[in-house]
T-cell receptor, first 112, second 110 residues
Framework: NAGVTQTPKFRVLKTGQSMTLLCAQD?????MYWYRQDPGMGLRLIHY???????AKGEVPDGYNVSRLKKQNFLLGLESAAPSQTSVYFC???????????FGEGSRLTVL | GEDVEQSLFLSVREGDSSVINCTYT??????LYWYKQEPGAGLQLLTY?????DMKQDQRLTVLLNKKDKHLSLRIADTQTGDSAIYFC??????????FGAGTRLTVKP
């Protein structure tokens, strides 16, 4: 079972470049989330979606955009990358708005 | 301070018990979770407890909740080298407001 798959797993960007992280889940989950993980800090929610065609801001949304055009996919975009966005990004999904989150393996992004 | 706090490191000998502590600030948190992260992997749910419970036991894992003090602990009995990982405490009312601690890196020495 694939579960939650993130691509790419590693990426190096220069300041000002743009990129998109793709998250795909095969569990038919309604809810999907993008987190970032920084050293010495807990995971922080960037954006989330409660269903196809919906998105909402999390704790740290600035500098990111998201889209959920298909139920199984949740895209995270950086329009103009900044060094402060160097982080490990995790996608997660859940069946409902409470209960277990299923995480992808993470995407390590470095912005030079 | 942070919404969820936990110590960053814990080192134990194989066969000993490990206790990882966590404190949270939001008294409306209904669900309290422990997630495990192994190197190069995403987080996996280890166990959880509802806020109306004091204790939950699942094989080698025991979760204790002191709601008055907003203190959560995870005890791993007979700790094995395979238990070496980062353990995250999380508290939420619903998944959209889940707050994670910074993670406790557990090292198990043979």
């Amino acid at each position: 079972n694939a579960g939650v798959t993130q691509t790419p797993k590693f990426r190096v960007l220069k300041t000002g470049q743009s990129m998109t992280l793709l998250c795909a889940q095969d569990m038919n989950h309604e809810y999907m989330y993008w987190y970032r993980q920084d050293p010495g800090m807990g995971l922080r929610l960037i954006h989330y979606s409660v269903g196809e065609g919906t998105t909402a801001k999390g704790e740290v949304p600035d500098g990111y955009n998201v889209s959920r055009l298909k139920k199984q996919n949740f895209l995270l975009g950086l329009e103009s990358a900044a060094p402060s966005q160097t982080s490990v990004y995790f996608c997660a999904s859940s069946l409902s708005d409470y209960g277990e989150l299923f995480f992808g393996e993470g995407s390590r992004l470095t912005v030079l | 301070g942070e919404d969820v706090e936990q110590s960053l490191f814990l080192s134990v000998r194989e066969g000993d018990s490990s206790v990882i502590n966590c404190t949270y600030t939001d008294s409306s948190s209904t669900y309290l979770y422990w997630y495990k992260q192994e190197p190069g992997a995403g987080l996996q749910l280890l166990t959880y407890i509802f806020s109306n419970m004091d204790m939950k036991q699942d094989q080698r894992l025991t979760v204790l909740l002191n709601k008055k003090d907003k203190h959560l602990s995870l005890r791993i009995a007979d700790t094995q080298t395979g238990d070496s990982a980062i353990y995250f405490c999380a508290a939420s009312y619903n998944n959209n407001d889940m707050r994670f601690g910074a993670g406790t890196r557990l090292t198990v020495k043979p």
